[in-house]
T-cell receptor, first 113, second 112 residues
């Protein structure tokens, strides 16, 4: 298996633009997570899906952030409109056991200028 | 709420020397405990985990960790580090569900 695949690896966008981050989890995994990593706040869980259903979105910072999982093999995290403070590395992770063994993608480094 | 403390922000160790990274957690019960490693520009890779049973856990890349309930600690060790062990290491806890809480991380530098 190729592991968790995220795209793009790097994204630079202007403030106010819409940004969409993509994730393909490991086949057969039924849990998917989006994390954000910043120097100030470390690693934060944004949202957790189980069997394509959002279970916990309490970590989503505000309404500008939305996440979808239309099927078991694809998820998106969208920021609209983007702001400079959204600059971070966004990780997608998947798990076959509900979160106790998370496999991480390589991340998307987002820079909002 | 649970919390994870990694007291050391940065550790420098000589190649071939031993390494110990500290992790303390705060939680009412014994959570699931993990150590992850992040190499520059990469995602996180699971080194080892503890759920129950033997309190000394063996992981990949020659790492081990020991759970000490009385100290609420889960310290990571390696007897002899290699230059490739230079990375950032994260301790994490999950209180019997999905919600991993990560420590702030410890950056390890290996000098020749």
């Amino acid at each position: 298996d190729a592991g968790v695949i995220q795209s793009p690896r790097h994204e630079v966008t202007e403030m106010g633009q819409e940004v969409t981050l993509r994730c393909k989890p490991i086949s057969g995994h039924n849990s998917l997570f989006w994390y954000r990593q910043t120097m100030m706040r470390g690693l934060e869980l944004l949202i957790y899906f189980n069997n394509n259903v959002p279970i916990d979105d309490s970590g989503m910072p505000e309404d500008r952030f939305s996440a979808k999982m239309p099927n078991a093999s694809f998820s998106t995290l969208k920021i609209q409109p983007s702001e400079p403070r959204d600059s971070a590395v966004y990780f997608c992770a998947s798990s076959p056991l509900g979160g106790t063994e998370a496999f991480f993608g390589q991340g998307t480094r987002l820079t909002v200028v | 709420a649970q919390s994870v403390t990694q007291p050391d922000i940065h550790i420098t160790v000589s190649e071939g020397a031993s390494l110990e990274l500290r992790c303390n957690y705060s939680y009412g019960a014994t959570p699931y405990l993990f150590w992850y490693v992040q190499s520059p520009g990469q995602g996180l890779q699971l080194l080892l985990k503890y759920f129950s049973g033997d309190t000394l856990v063996q992981g990949i890349k020659g790492f081990e960790a020991e759970f000490k309930r009385s100290q609420s600690s889960f310290n990571l060790r390696k007897p002899s580090v290699h230059w490739s062990d230079a990375a950032e290491y994260f301790c994490a806890v999950a209180p019997n569900d999905y919600k991993l809480s990560f420590g702030a991380g410890t950056t390890v530098t290996v000098r020749a």
